[in-house]
């Protein structure tokens, strides 16, 4: 027994020597040079816009909205009235962070309470509906896709409180000939809990007709919903996500270690 544990702590030493040597004596690199990435100033907490955002609603006014004056303004917050909204500038990839809150007075059930949503290149709903409490299908539940996919959550907070969701949006690729090349996806982070995961979207969002890839330009706007119900939205901006830069300036290789120099014999 004694011999086998000193055989094995023998090997075990050898091993995490030859592991330490190479780490080391190696050190792997991409072959990649990378651009510095940009300085981002963060707001002062994390629902603030950060230095780089397009702030599409400070509580002020809906001017970079198509027909942002049908909406009632009213203490800092948006409500729905009329007709959708839809952004005059148009994004791609996309970082977007949305406050909304339910009606306070609650009126109604199912998806007649507390509707809206966020449709991403005016296309893809990212459903917003009052959850609290509230049952309907589970993939029109708030931070579905509608009819695409539930969310991993309810999250709710309660009618009248505020919600905050904090969306990643890649926006499908198609080819040149309109077939799908990278469908798109969308990341929603609600009140801090995980709602969707990377979901590929399987084309827009319809209510009758089964979703499927549609070809359409490479950005579009964002809109969001009138459904009747007086939601009230605040606090939205958006970043346009740009990916690294790099370019490769050899393969990937391993950093030698510096040859030992010979101590030079005495004469
Ligand atoms: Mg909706």
């Not at 009248?160 to 969701?165: A, F, K, L, P, V």
């Amino acid at each position: 027994m004694f011999k086998s544990n000193c055989i094995q702590t023998f090997i075990c030493a050898i091993a995490l020597l030859a592991t330490a040597d190479f780490a080391v004596a190696q050190e792997w690199k991409s072959g990649v040079e990378w651009q510095e990435p940009p300085l981002v100033t963060p707001g002062a907490t994390n629902d603030a816009p950060p230095s780089d955002a397009i702030v599409l609603f400070d509580g002020t006014t809906l001017d970079g909205w198509i027909d942002g004056d049908k909406w009632l303004i009213e203490d800092g917050v948006a409500i729905p009235r009329e007709s959708q909204i839809v952004s005059k500038q148009h994004f791609g990839d996309i970082q977007l962070h949305v406050e909304w809150s339910a009606p306070a007075e609650v009126h109604g059930e199912g998806q007649g309470r507390g509707n809206s949503g966020i449709y991403l290149m005016g296309l893809y709903e990212v459903q917003v509906l009052d959850s609290f409490e509230n049952a309907t299908y589970f993939d029109g539940q708030a931070g579905s896709i509608y009819k695409q996919t539930p969310p991993l959550a309810n999250a709710m907070r309660k009618p009248g409180e505020w919600n905050t969701y904090d969306i990643v949006f890649t926006a499908p690729r198609f080819k040149g000939n309109g077939d799908i090349d990278q469908p798109g996806h969308v990341t929603l982070i609600q009140n801090g809990v995980l709602m969707l995961n990377h979901f590929e979207l399987m084309g827009p969002t319809g209510y009758t007709a089964a979703p499927h890839h549609q070809p359409h330009a490479e950005t579009g706007p964002l809109s969001l919903q009138f459904h009747g119900d007086p939601v009230k939205f605040r606090n939205i901006w958006v970043r346009e996500i740009k990916p690294s830069v790099g370019h490769r300036t050899g393969p990937p290789f391993n950093i030698q270690p510096e040859p030992k120099k010979e101590e030079p014999k005495p004469e």
